[in-house]
């Protein structure tokens, strides 16, 4: 797809202010980098023959195809460079990145409508006029001060959000999406010495855990009796542990992760002599652990091997159509160890409309490094 050039008629970008200016024909390079973390931008190069050159300026749009799934999304250009030929270089943002920077207003008087994902961005007051939109089938409950209390940007609230509720943002242009998890399992094996070619691959345990334990520091009150007076002292009690490595995963060595529940007790004391209320809070923490692991992707609880490598092997990226950024892939290793990796960056070529790069293992980068820094 050869490069749409726009222009908004207001600073408030909107789908209604932006204006088509014309196709890029003479594009010599045009690649979308997406990243699970939140990034996403383009770098593209054009001839200087091309016959709207002079109309390429910074804080105008690019309208490029981003993967083999989506529509074609809008870029605000944010620095242009010329070679001693006249050739053109620019870089660009995700239009996303004007939600980010709106403020939400901490003077808000409405409460929210309730403690979902869409409830909390319906209850939000904006700063400045607001044109994005907001979906999640997300119905699942957390607490979010974001904006309640103090002012912040819709992009700290977003990533609050994405901490919050475990899950993966989807941007199509001004439309924002919230998934529990983005990308699903495929049936595609990348083979060492067959489709890899020869990447860089790390293999890496150092998280590998195997069961979660939620705990409380509470405190055990023991009540005055026959002349002895009323004692208290610390105590922390814990869950059962509860196991979340896979069955088909062997176990090698047992590992905790252990969570700190202490939000979910209204009181902080415990009479251990009076209606059993030691067993009762073991049983919440019980509770706890299980929410835990109920609202966590197993890729997020590092629950097996990670694979971290890089594919650019034009053969294996040609056979990849069918995965995109979210997915896990099985990665057969020598000798035919196999783990899964799950696609974290994508590089997408939108001239020939095929991949140019594909980066599996863990996410290593945060929505806040692409937010405007504030405070």
Known sequence: MLPLLYRSSSDSWSPAS????GRLTKAQKCTVTESLGGVYTLSAVFAPTDALIDEIQNQRFLSVKPNPFDEPQLFELHGADYDEAGTLTVKGRHIIHGCYNNLVTSDYAEAP???????????????????YTFSSAVTSTAAMEI?????????????????AFSGDFHY????????????????????????????????????????VVAYAKLTAVIDASSGQPERRYEVQ???????????????KQRRIKAIDAGDYFISKEIHPRQNNEYAIAKALL????????????????????????KVNYRPALDEMTAVGLGDTVDVMLKGGRTVEARITKTEY???????????????????????????
């Open 349 to 375: 070529d939108s001239l020939a409309e095929r991949w140019k790069s594909i980066e599996l293992g863990e996410e290593r980068i945060k929505l806040s490094n692409y937010i405007a820094k504030r405070r």
């Open 172 to 211: 199509n242009n001004f439309a924002v999406e919230l998934l529990q998890h983005r990308g699903s399992k495929k049936n595609y094996v990348l083979r060492w010495d067959k489709n890899i070619g020869s990447p860089a691959l790390g293999l890496t345990s150092a998280d590998l855990y195997t069961h």
């Open 18 to 21: 932006m204006q088509y200016i």
């Open 147 to 163: 904006g309640y209390t103090k002012i912040d940007t819709i992009g700290k609230f977003l990533e609050e959000m994405k901490a």
């Open 286 to 309: 019980n509770e706890a652990a299980a929410d835990y692991v109920a609202h966590k992707a197993l890729s997020e609880l590092q629950t097996v091997e990670n694979a971290n490598l």
């Open 113 to 131: 409508q309730s403690n979902t994902p869409e409830g909390h961005w319906n209850s939000l007051g904006f700063a400045f006029t607001n044109h």
């Open 237 to 251: 009690v814990c869950s059962d542990p509860k196991r979340i490595l896979p069955a088909s995963v062997a176990l």
